[in-house]
C-alpha cells in the first residue's frame, strides 16, 4: 500500500463505446451517466455494437494524457478496459468485442495506456466491471431480470479469463479497479481476488470488489466522509456529473471547489482519484483540461501539504474557510477562497504545538504567527492574510513545529 498511501490523487479515465453518444440516443438526451446509456435507453445489444464502426479515436494519445496527468500532480491512472456496456478496449482472446478486432481503429487502449504510464512513472491501475456485462447474455444487467442468465458461465467464460488477461500482457499493474460486484456472492468474490493475486501479488483491489473484500475501502461515488477514518480509502470523483463523456453536461466544478475536495479527503486520511471522460475523437474536454491545469499549478508549489501527509484530526475550532492538513513536524493551515480572506485576522485557539519556523507555502515568504493567550490561559495562534498576492483560490500557511504530532489542548 506504499504508493497509495503516499501518493494520494491520481487520475481515472472513463472511455468506451458510450463517449460516441455522448449523452445522446436517437436525437434526445439520455439523463443519468453517459456510460450507462445503454442500460437507461435501453438500447438494443445489435444497435449498441454498431457503434464499434464509429469507434476511431484519433485524438487520443495515452502519452498526451499520461504526460498531462503527471503535470497535474497525480500519481496513478485508472482506465476503464471494460465497462458495464461489455466493451472491452484491449486485445482480448477471450471475448472478440473488442477495439481490437471490432472498432476500425484496431486499437489496444489498455497497452498504449500501460505503455505510457510507464513512460511517465505512472501508477498504472486497470478499471474493470466484473459482475454487470450488457453484452454477454449471461452478464448481470442492473435494473433487469436476470432470472434464467447463468452467471456462473459469464464468470467462466469472460470476466475471469479477462483478468488474467490483464495482468498477463500488459506487465506490471497496480490496481485492478473493480466496480458494482452485483448478483456476485463471497465465494465468487473472493475467488477473483485470489485470481488477481495470483498473477500479480502486489496488484492493489478497490473495495468494489464486494464483500469486504478489498485492500481498501472504496467510498460511494463523489462522497467525503466527514471524519477521518483509520482504514486506507479513496474517494471517486467526477468533475461535473458524469463519468463518460456527455456533451450536455456543462456543470464543472471550479478549481477552487476541487482543491477544497482535495485537502478535506487528504485532511481525513483518503485518497482522490478524479475522472476525466475523453469524447468520442478521444480528445480530453477542454473544461476538463482547465481545471486540472489549475490544480497542478496549486500542487506545484504547495504539494507538501497533500503527498505523504496523514489524517490529522479534526481541529476543535474548525471553520469553515480553513482546512488543516499534516505531516510529521508540519502542520498546514489552508485558507479558502483566498481572496475573500485578504487581511483578515484569523485567531487559532487552543494549539498547543511549539512553532520553528512559519512561511507561506505558495511563495515561500516567512509568515509570522504571534502566540497568544486565550481567557482560559491556553496558547493561541494568530496571523494575518496577507493584503496582496497572486493565489486565487488557497492560500497555505506551512508551520513547522518541535512535535511530530499535531497537537490541541482540551477546553
Ligand atoms: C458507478 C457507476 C459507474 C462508474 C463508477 C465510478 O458506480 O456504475 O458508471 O464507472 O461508479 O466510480
Known sequence: MDWFNEKKYGLFIHFGLYSVLAGKYKGKEIPGHSEWIMNTAKIPKDEYEALCRQFDPKQFSADLICKKAKDWGMHNVCFTSKHHDGFALFDSKADDYNSVIRTPSKRDYVKEMAEACRKYNLKFCIYYSQAQDWHHPDGFSAYNDNKDKNFTRYLEEKCRPQVKELLTNYGEVHMLWFDTPMGMNYEQCYDL????KSLQANCLINGRIGHRLGDYLTTQDNRIPSFPIEKKWEVPATLNHTWGYKASDNDWADAGTILHRLLRIVARGGNYLLNIGPKADGSI?????????????WLKTCGDAIYNSRAIEPY??????????????????????????AGRKI?????NNRINKAYWLNSNKPAKITEEKTLGGYPSWVFFVPDKFEEKYILTLAVETQEKDFKQVAL
Open 193 to 196: 481476488r485470489r485470481l488477481v
Open 347 to 351: 485567531v487559532l485557539p487552543n494549539i
Open 285 to 297: 474536454p477542454k473544461e476538463s483540461e482547465m481545471i486540472l491545469d489549475e490544480v497542478g499549478l
Open 316 to 341: 476543535i475550532y474548525e471553520t469553515p474557510e480553513l482546512v488543516f492538513t499534516h505531516k510529521d513536524h508540519k502542520l498546514f493551515i489552508h485558507v479558502l477562497n483566498a481572496k475573500q480572506q
